[in-house]
Each structure stands twice: as C-alpha cells, then as structure tokens.
C-alpha cells in the first residue's frame, strides 16, 4: 500500500513514549507529514502554523512507536486442532505436524491463502503491530516456497502494515534426499531474492536442518544478496545460536534452549535475540530462562508472536509482552522496547520502532494511560487506534 503520504495530527496524548528522549507525561501531541514524524511533544508547544490536518484524538491514552514483528508465519490453510489437544494429553512437539499443514497449503487456492494472510494481519494491525515480517514455509520444495513468497507480496500491496518477506528451509519433505533437498533451496534463493525475499531464514534444530545443511543454505543466501536469520536452539540446544553468530545473521529467533556459550557468541556478532513466548507456552516448553541468559550476554532482545498454526497461533505482540513479562523476566520497559525497537533490529529497519522526527509515523494509541497498564490488563483489548504512514489504519476509535 501507499504509507507514504499520512498527514495527521494526534492530540490529547496521555503519555506519550517516543524512545527518542523521555516519556511525555500531560497533553501530547504527535504531528506526522508525509507519512513521517515531523514533531512530537507537549501539545501546548505545537509549532505555530501547522496547517489543518485530519486528527485523531487519543483520548488520554498512551502512544507508543507502532510493535514491530520480526517473526511470523502466517501464510497456511489448515488447521492444526487434534495435535493441540494431544499435547494437552501430554504429547510432546517435534515438529511432525508441520506436514500436516504444508498439505493444506499446497491444496489452497491463491485467492484463499491471501484471505487467510490478509484476515490475519488485519488483526495484528488491531493489536497494534505496524510491521510484520512473514515467513513462508508450508511449502517446503522450492516452487512450493517461491509460491508463497508470491503470495506474500501480494499480502504487502493489500494490508496497511509493512511487510517484510522472508524464505524459510523449513524441515526436509519425506521421502526426498537431504542433500539434493538443501541444493535446491539453495539453487532456489537467487530466485526469492528477485520475488521480494528481504531474508532467508532456516529451522536450524533437531528433526529439522543440521548445521552443516544450514551452513550451506546461509552462504548461498549471502551469495544471492539475502540478509540472513536462524530458528534456532528451539527443541534442543545445537550450537544453532553459534552459527548465527559466525554467519553475521540479524537474528537468532526462539533460543528456548540457548546456552551462555551461544549467547555470548551474538551479543559478540550483534545477533539480535527473539524471544516467542507464545511458543514456548503453546508447545508446553516451560523452558523460561533465555531472556536471562541472554541479558547477561548483553544480547538485544526483540518480541515477536511466530503466528503460527502449530506452535502460537497468535496475533497479538501485546499477549507476547505480557509472557515476555510474567515468564521471561523482562521489565515493561524492556518488553516495550523489544517489541519496538527490538524488532527494527531484528530486521535491520533504522526507521521504525521509535518515534524520533524522521521516523515512520507509525504508532499505536493503547486503550490504556500508561505502557504498564497494557502489561497487566490481562486478556484485554490492547489498542484503541493504530497509526501506518499517518493514516489510521485499526482499532475501534
Ligand atoms: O516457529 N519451529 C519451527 N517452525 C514453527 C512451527 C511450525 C509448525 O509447527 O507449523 C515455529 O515454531
Ligand atoms: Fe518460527
């Protein structure tokens, strides 16, 4: 979509956190031009001779820069119902029910994939997310994969949020030969690069690829001009987080099972770490302690939902901080700023989550007057607006 010609003025901001100099406590005031912050302050202090632009009124309510995703899936048909409640059973995930999906995938129509995309971005423009990044991967054989990654870019021309594509070597498809599977994704990736891929992304864990596959898969990416990022230390610890490292990957996602010595290994690369709470508590991991171990390595932390049909099936960032929080240890300042500029890092985007004069005027108006408020209201509508480009673009208001 056009994001690039927003005018707007939002007032009667409560409190307003740019992460560009301090909270805003009082009226504030945020004036958008041109799709991009312009000015942000106390209103009182609003330029003179800013001409009469549409406003949105946020009642009271605090803004913060727009949550930005850097980890999802949401591109599938199909359900995956029985293997919820067989784990609820007490079944464990391993990862084999992603076949089941790539099945319904496969059969979908395009028009029906880019419905079911589409009705999922809608709703994470309502919780507040302005950039997403979406994976494919219920593909798996090349075409399949390139497929999708066609639908993605269809998805980015229709939804309001910005959307950044990503190839993802997801697991190896029954009854094909490792090694021939890993060239031909990996002869494939010139291709995804010129069909809009930003990144290549590969489930680098056991049941999945193996480091030495995905070491391969990671230098044909940088060949093809992909920027690179690893799932990574989800289901077991494989020294996944390590190869990031060595790679120059932007980002290791998951990390459940990240040990010091991985952890170490980014914070020296500047890897950015992405924790998917919602992951570890949908797949019942009860493996709570990367944000900590991860902090002591004085890695960057980044927020993201994984909204997948497996694992989180999840739309929401406002729910992952709320994990993020209770689970993984992290303070409201820092699940903010992980949800925020945390995942501006992850993707490389120097324009997005803050609200610094030059920034993309992309901003949620929380249904809330303070960014603790949105932490401990459980289960809660998050936003009362989202703001893309200066264009209102979700909520209720
Ligand atoms: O991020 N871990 C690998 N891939 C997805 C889940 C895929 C699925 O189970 O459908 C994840 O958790
Ligand atoms: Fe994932």
């Known amino acids: 979509m056009n994001h ?64 930005v995703d850097p980890h999802t899936h949401l591109v ?43 009705g ?10 302005t950039t997403v990044e979406v994976k494919t991967g219920y593909g798996l054989d090349p075409a399949a994969e390139l497929r999708l990654l066609g639908l993605v870019a269809e998805l980015a021309a229709v939804v309001p949020a910005r959307v950044q594509a990503t190839f993802l070597a997801h697991v190896v498809p029954d009854g094909v030969d490792r090694a021939a599977h890993v060239a031909a994704l990996a ?28 070491a391969v898969l990671l230098r044909a990416a940088a060949a093809a ?9 989800q289901l077991a610890c494989t020294g996944a987080a390590a ?20 952890a170490r290994a980014m914070a020296a690369a500047g890897v950015v770490g992405v924790l998917l709470p919602t992951a570890t508590l949908s797949t019942r991991g009860h493996a709570w302690d990367a944000a900590r171990t991860l902090r002591a390595a004085g890695v960057t932390l980044a927020l993201g939902t994984d909204c997948n049909p497996g694992t989180s099936w999840c739309e929401s960032m406002p729910y992952a901080m709320q994990l993020a929080c209770l689970l993984l240890g992290l303070s409201v300042d820092q699940a903010v700023r ?16 803050h609200l610094g004069v030059g920034a993309r005027g992309d901003l949620v108006v929380l249904a809330a007057d303070h960014e603790a408020d949105l932490v401990a209201h459980l289960g809660a509508r998050p936003a009362r607006r989202t703001v893309i480009g200066g264009e209102p673009a979700g909520g209720v208001a």
């Open 4 to 67: 690039a010609d927003g005018e707007l003025i939002v007032r009667r901001i409560g409190r307003l956190v740019t992460h560009a100099g301090r909270p805003v406590n009082g009226s504030a005031a945020v004036l958008i031009r041109s799709g991009r912050v312009a000015w942000t302050g106390a209103e009182r202090d609003l330029p003179a001779g800013v001409p009469a632009l549409p406003e949105v009124d946020a009642g009271g309510g605090c803004v913060l820069p727009g949550f």
């Open 76 to 118: 599938w048909a199909g359900g995956r119902r029985d293997e919820f409640v067989a784990r609820l059973a007490g079944e464990r995930y391993d990862g084999g029910g992603i076949r089941g999906t790539v099945a319904a995938t496969v059969a979908a129509s395009d028009a029906e994939l880019l419905g079911l995309a589409r």
């Open 120 to 129: 999922r971005v809608a709703a994470m423009v309502a919780n507040g997310t």
């Open 187 to 214: 002869g494939a990736l010139p291709a995804a690069a010129a069909a809009g891929a930003s990144w290549c992304d590969v489930f680098c864990d056991r049941g999945a690829f193996s480091l030495a596959e995905t």
């Open 225 to 233: 001009g992909l920027g690179t990022r690893l799932h990574a230390e």
């Open 243 to 262: 190869l990031a490292a060595e790679h120059g990957c932007a980002s290791a996602d998951h990390l459940d099972l990240v040990d010091p010595a991985g």
């Open 338 to 353: 992980a949800a925020t500029a945390g995942g501006a890092a992850a993707l490389r985007l120097a324009d997005v989550g």
